[in-house]
């Protein structure tokens, strides 16, 4: 399982992209990239994947460099309900097991 | 609307008093799993099932059981519940298994056993 690395927590303000980096140094040539986003009290909520170079949803942007160590989460143009825990996750498709979420990034938005 | 549902949604119960908390899917998933939350150790993984009569241990499955007779319910039992169980419980359920495929969580279960 490759470990990942972000930071506890991000400060910003609205209306300012926000970029979150997760470092996953050992990550694996059939590992994917995932981000949830959780709120207080509720379960995860699935953002993005992604394999490698940029995938985009109406949600947010998933930037992943040629050599896979690294990912960035961007969140355009962030509002007040953006505020909430983001994890990266790192892993095969294939298998049984399920997710094994870190601590996250608390990101706080101030208005 | 596709959803993951629990109940009860709070309980507050004993040391020793035999609970069930219910987790169901509408999707058709086959992949479900129970998860625990604590403050500073994020979220955990109690037990999973792949498919209907198929389930197995996550990394803290001590304390608790499962069954998965139908493909929809996946109930999840504390036969003999204690304070270290005090925490907010998930169910979560996707198409398949597989460390990073989408999984869809339900909105917990916060418990409290004194």
């Known amino acids: 399982l490759a470990k990942t690395t972000q930071p506890i927590s991000m400060d910003s303000y609205e209306g300012q992209e926000v970029n979150i980096t997760c470092s996953h140094n050992?990550?694996?040539?059939?590992?994917?990239i995932t981000w949830y986003q959780q709120f207080p009290s509720q379960g995860p909520r699935f953002i993005i994947q992604?394999?490698?170079t940029k995938v985009t949803n109406e949600v947010a942007s998933l930037f992943i460099p040629a050599d896979r160590k690294s990912s960035t989460l961007s969140l355009p143009r962030v509002s007040l309900s953006d505020t909430a825990v983001y994890y990266c996750?790192?892993?095969?498709?294939?298998?049984?097991?399920?997710?094994?979420f870190g601590k996250g990034t608390h990101l706080i938005i101030q208005p | 609307e596709a959803q993951v549902t629990q109940n009860p949604r709070y309980l507050i119960t004993v040391t020793g008093k035999k609970l069930t908390v219910t987790c169901s899917q509408n999707?058709?998933?086959?992949?479900m799993s129970w998860y625990r939350q604590d403050p500073g150790l994020g979220l955990r993984q109690i037990y999973y099932?792949?498919?209907?009569?198929?389930?197995d241990k996550g990394d803290v499955p001590e304390g608790y059981k499962v069954s998965r007779k139908e493909k929809r319910n996946f109930p999840l039992i504390l036969e003999s519940p204690s304070p270290n169980q005090t925490s907010l419980y998930f169910c979560?359920?996707?198409?398949?298994?597989?460390?990073?495929?989408?999984?869809?969580f339900g909105p917990g279960t916060r418990l409290t056993v004194l």
């Open positions: 050992n990550i694996a040539t059939n590992d994917y």
């Open positions: 992604g394999y490698k």
């Open positions: 996750l790192v892993g095969d498709k294939r298998g049984a097991d399920g997710l094994t």
């Open positions: 099932s792949m498919n209907v009569e198929v389930t």
């Open positions: 979560a359920s996707s198409a398949q298994g597989g460390r990073v495929n989408e999984q869809f």
């Open positions: 999707m058709n998933h086959e992949y």
